[in-house]
């Protein structure tokens, strides 16, 4: 999912989702990249949507930034 959605992201939150993911930091990598895809307005489709609502409610996370993010289906 990092994979496909990272590159259409500011390259500076790019670079610290790579890292973490990297590291495998994903309760840090997952966050980050929800988070600059609502800052940046990046559109996703619902299936990538659904993807990473599923990965925050695993890790416990909040789903504040997830439920900004526009939908192009």
């Known amino acids: ?7 259409k992201i500011n390259p500076v939150y790019r670079q610290m989702v790579q890292v973490h993911g990297r590291a495998g930091a994903w309760a840090d990598a997952i966050p980050t990249l929800v988070g600059a895809l609502a800052e940046e307005d990046v ?5 990538q949507k659904d993807g990473l609502r ?3 409610v695993f890790r416990s996370e909040p789903l504040k930034y997830l439920e900004q993010l526009r939908i192009i289906d």
């Open 54 to 56: 599923s990965l925050l």
């Open 1 to 7: 999912m990092a994979e496909q959605l990272a590159p």
């Open 43 to 47: 559109a996703v489709t619902s299936a």
